[in-house]
């Protein structure tokens, strides 16, 4: 059983539009990554946070945006929707950056 | 540029045979080697993980297996079973600070036949 949960699981949302997906970490785990995997591809990187500060990004656009809180969850906020973000979002949890503990991730389909 | 270069795409093995999965990474400062095991509508979860001061783990029916001259790694399953049957990605990263991603290979889907 996984420690990483995240909601929703599946959404669909219309090319324009803004989501908000949302990642409750494993327990103690002061560390959350988020990950873009498209369909038979390995997960990219989007950005990471730590102690509720971004502190590494990978090769996405500003329109993906994040928040760490207090309590260790977090969001992960895309605006302007495109039909190439359609992809399985991934969160991962690590207490040292090392070993990530990976959520089952949200399916977000884009029309 | 990819980093993580991970092969085959997709392998068939038989009950009880080896599967093997190779990836090559390009960046000398990568100091760390997980794999993860991907099930259809699962996140991925770490199976295994090695670092560049030892040239091979074990751990069950997992070996990896790591050549840092040649910047190569590979990944053994022993005795393969049709429980084993999903998509496999290597990973690299370097440092152990916060900040440091995860650089993933494209996956390589195994089926065991049974």
């Known amino acids: 059983e996984t420690g990483v949960t995240q909601s929703p699981t599946h959404l669909i949302k219309t090319r324009g539009q803004q989501v908000t997906l949302r990642c409750s970490s494993q327990?103690?785990?002061?560390?959350v990554s988020w990950y873009q995997q498209a369909l038979g591809q390995g997960p990219q990187f989007i950005f990471q946070?730590?102690?509720?500060?971004?502190?590494g990004r990978g090769n996405f656009p500003p329109r993906f945006s994040g928040l760490q809180f207090p309590n260790y969850s977090s969001e992960l906020n895309v605006n302007a929707l495109e039909l190439d973000d359609s992809a399985l979002y991934l969160c991962?949890?690590?207490?040292?950056?090392?070993?990530?503990?990976f959520g089952s991730g949200t399916r977000l389909t884009v029309v | 540029q990819q980093q993580v270069k991970q092969s085959p795409q997709s392998l068939i093995v038989q009950k009880g045979g080896i599967s093997i999965i190779n990836c090559a990474y390009e960046?000398?400062?990568?100091?760390?080697f997980p794999w993860y095991q991907q099930f259809p509508g699962k996140g991925p979860a770490l199976l295994i993980a090695?670092?560049?001061?030892?040239s091979e783990k074990k751990e069950g029916r997992f070996t990896i297996s790591f050549n840092k001259s040649a910047k190569q790694f590979s990944l053994h399953i022993m005795d393969s079973q049709p429980g084993d049957s999903a998509t496999y990605f290597c990973?690299?990263?370097?440092?152990?600070?916060?900040?440091?991603?995860?650089?993933f290979g494209k996956g390589t889907t195994l089926s065991v036949s049974s």
């Open positions: 991962a949890s690590s207490l040292d950056a090392r070993g990530y503990t």
């Open positions: 327990s103690g785990h002061n560390t």
């Open positions: 946070y730590y102690r509720e500060e971004e502190n």
């Open positions: 960046n000398t400062a990568f100091d760390y």
């Open positions: 090695i670092r560049p001061d030892v």
């Open positions: 990973a690299a990263s370097r440092g152990n600070q916060a900040g440091t991603a995860l650089i």
